[in-house]
């Protein structure tokens, strides 16, 4: 069983940049494939951005792409991911997420485990 633990979320402006940092314990972290998802008030979860394994392979959702970065470190077993230019529309809490296997698109993966979640508020 693998846990998960985000951080890194707050309030912040428009046009600021804000790191989302999540944690992993449990599990071979370096086997692991992980993303991040974000869901807002009254819509459906969103895929936000993945990376691989061995991190060499990322892909990230239409929303953020050209924005974002996501980052591992899997003697730290954690992955990161920079939002630049921040819209109000990214508002969100943002979710960590593993899959124990995958064989298909980054997006597609069955992930399996979740964290709770931090909230990113881009308001001024």
Same mark, same amino acid.
């Given at each position: 069983?693998?846990?998960?633990?985000?951080?890194?979320?707050?309030?912040?402006?428009?046009?600021?940049?804000?790191?989302?940092? +999540? $944690?992993?314990?449990?599990? %071979?972290?370096?086997?692991? $494939?992980?993303?991040?998802? /974000?869901?807002?008030?009254?819509?459906? /979860?969103?895929?936000?951005?993945?990376?691989?394994?061995?991190?060499?392979?990322?892909?990230?959702?239409?929303?953020?792409?050209? /924005?974002?970065?996501?980052?591992?470190?899997?003697?730290?077993?954690?992955?990161? %991911?920079?939002?630049?230019?921040?819209?109000?529309? *990214?508002?969100?809490?943002?979710? +960590? @997420?593993? @899959?124990?296997? +995958? *064989?298909?698109?980054?997006?597609? +993966?069955?992930?399996?485990?979740?964290?709770?979640?931090?909230?990113?508020?881009?308001?001024?």
């Amino acid at each position: 069983q693998v846990q998960l633990v985000e951080s890194g979320g707050g309030l912040v402006q428009p046009g600021d940049s804000l790191r989302l940092s +999540c $944690t992993a314990s449990g599990g %071979i972290f370096s086997m692991l $494939t992980m993303a991040w998802f /974000r869901q807002a008030p009254g819509k459906e /979860r969103e895929f936000v951005a993945a990376i691989t394994r061995s991190g060499g392979g990322t892909t990230f959702g239409d929303s953020v792409k050209g /924005r974002a970065t996501i980052s591992r470190d899997n003697a730290k077993k954690t992955v990161d %991911i920079q939002m630049n230019g921040l819209k109000p529309e *990214d508002t969100a809490v943002y979710h +960590c @997420a593993v @899959a124990t296997f +995958c *064989d298909t698109y980054l997006e597609n +993966c069955p992930y399996d485990y979740w964290g709770q979640g931090t909230q990113v508020t881009v308001s001024s």
